[in-house]
């Protein structure tokens, strides 16, 4: 309701204070925001992965991919220069929990280095507590704690990995014994030396996840200043939505004089 609502505003406006008057040695959006910048043109990785540990927050890297992509996902600077240096890199990720038995894989022992985020909350959110048994609440707490523990050993396997020589001194028991246990330590090779950093928050409030929203925004647009880019328009969704101003009525008459080969072959496969 609008108590929630205003507390979301009262965090966001906390942490406009703090990327307003906080020194830069201590202002934590203009931190992330140089840090995409190293990360995008130093380090040359061109996606980061957003992994909260919250299932309150599992629409929040989809809220992220809007905001940092529509933003500063752009090859011209504000002045209309042609960029010489990579922009936005693509955002994506899932709750860790999903995330951990899908694309964590590639993240672990991918070719592509990806910085990770981690982003947990040291206490869960739970409505109506007082009225639960406590066996309800200590199963609870006790799930809570995995959670934690899920998102904290991520974080710490991709910064330490496993040696191929750690790989071959233990034998999994999901492991065939008809492999060769060489060749199987490889496989269980950990690169590690993996980026990533971990956002902790006391507890998923309309008040943190204002603040949290108003981090990223800021973090974008100090680095989309960095980037010399005017991080405030979008004209890169205007073309495809003119094209579809054209092609609606195309769809019933079936009209395809002036399309490209491409389109007009698919309009004829949709007639």
């Known amino acids: ?34 840090l995409d910048v ?4 130093f380090r040359g990785s061109a996606s980061r992965c957003i992994a909260p540990y919250h299932q309150g927050l599992t629409r929040f890297p ?8 529509e933003s500063n996902g752009k090859r011209v ?7 010489p240096y990579g922009s936005s890199t693509v955002v994506w990720g899932e709750p860790g ?7 964590f894989q590639m993240l672990h022992q991918g ?13 869960p959110s739970h409505r109506h507590e007082a009225s639960w048994s406590p066996e309800l609440k200590a199963r609870l707490a006790e799930q809570h704690q995995m959670l934690l523990a899920n998102g904290l050993a991520q974080a710490s396997a991709l910064m330490l990995g496993k040696s ?21 330590a490889l496989h269980r090779t950990f690169p590690g030396n993996r980026p990533s950093l971990t956002l902790l928050l006391d507890q998923v409030t309309p008040a943190s996840l204002g603040a949290l929203v108003a981090l990223y925004e800021h973090r974008t647009f100090v ?13 890169g969704v205007e073309l495809g939505k003119a094209m579809c101003q054209d092609l609606l009525p195309r769809l019933a008459s079936g009209d395809v004089v002036g399309l490209d080969a491409a389109t007009a072959g698919m309009l004829a496969l949709l007639k």
């Open 111 to 123: 070719t592509d280095v990806i910085p990770v985020e981690f982003i947990l909350a040291r206490h």
């Open 164 to 184: 191929t020589e750690e790989a071959a001194a233990e034998r999994p028991p999901t492991a065939s014994g008809t492999l060769d246990p060489a060749v199987l």
């Open 1 to 34: 309701g609008a108590d929630h609502f205003r507390a979301l505003l009262a965090g966001a406006h906390d942490m406009d204070r703090h990327f307003a008057e906080a020194p830069l040695e201590t202002n934590l959006p203009v931190w992330l925001g140089l």
């Open 223 to 235: 680095s989309g200043a960095l980037w010399g880019i005017n991080s405030f328009d979008q004209w």
């Open 62 to 69: 989809a809220y992220l991919q809007q905001l940092v992509m």
């Open 77 to 83: 600077d504000a002045q209309g220069r042609t960029l």
């Open 38 to 41: 190293w990360n995008r043109n």
């Open 97 to 103: 929990t999903n995330g951990q038995h899908a694309f």
